[in-house]
């Protein structure tokens, strides 16, 4: 089974809608990453919470990460094309080195004009 | 300040073809992190290595792959007598210490590996 959950799995927006994507934990989150990959390219860093209730916002990104839940979220707010791509979440289960991140299958996300 | 970098970006090998990838972290960054990414798949941890040593390989296959981070020149990702299973994109991050608490990753492009 996933320890990482996303949901959805793929989501298609108009552009200029508000989004949110989810990333549910079966363990303990110690830490939450998320990031965005364009298709065929690299992982963009996006945002990192340490804390629970913590919130982070960069341009028109904010995520947000409930410890008690197990969960974090993503928000997208006014959609652009530019957002299109494959966002993932990411944690730090390993206590031992805690260098190493599980992530989560990704959320598709499209655009449309 | 350049990126992580790998290269090369696409490599096509033959069953049975050794497959070598390399890895040159920022500047600075002396731990560097594989991961491989299989076709409708998530993004899998597979080894972490400082400058001369594997601190954490439980995510590599047993048989067929290896890993090197010398002290001097890139890491490196090699996959011995490679088969279409292996195909995937690979992916290195790179960070300037342990924990990813205080220092996060840094991912490069990939190495899109095809074996046909």
């Known amino acids: 089974s996933q320890e990482l959950e996303q949901s959805p799995q793929s989501l298609i927006v108009q552009e200029g809608k508000n989004l949110t994507i989810n990333c549910t934990s079966s363990?303990?989150?110690?830490?939450l990453y998320w990031y965005k990959q364009k298709y065929g390219e690299g992982l963009i860093f996006l945002m990192m919470?340490?804390?629970?209730?913590e919130e982070k916002s960069h341009e028109k990104i904010t995520a947000k990460l409930d410890e008690k839940k197990q969960q974090s979220s993503l928000h997208i707010t006014a959609s652009q094309p530019s957002h299109a791509g494959i966002y993932l979440c990411?944690?730090?289960?390993?206590?031992?080195?805690?260098?190493?991140?599980?992530f989560g299958t990704g959320t598709r996300l499209q655009v449309t004009l | 300040n350049a990126g992580v970098m790998q290269n090369p970006r696409h490599l096509v090998r033959r069953r049975g073809q050794e497959a070598r990838l390399r890895c040159s972290p920022m500047?600075?960054?002396?731990?560097v992190y594989w991961y491989r990414q299989l076709p409708e798949e998530g993004l899998k941890f597979m080894v972490y290595l400082q400058k001369e040593n594997i601190i954490d390989e439980s995510g590599m296959p047993k048989e067929r792959f290896s890993a090197e981070f010398p002290k001097e020149g890139p890491s490196i990702l090699r996959i011995q007598q490679v088969v279409r299973g292996d195909s995937a994109a690979y992916f290195c991050a790179s960070s300037p210490g342990r924990g990813l608490a205080n220092y996060g990753y840094t991912f490069g492009s990939g190495t899109r590996l095809t074996v046909v």
């Open positions: 919470l340490q804390k629970g209730g």
């Open positions: 990411g944690a730090p289960f390993d206590t031992g080195t805690a260098s190493k991140l599980t």
């Open positions: 500047k600075g960054h002396s731990h």
């Open positions: 363990k303990t989150l110690y830490g």
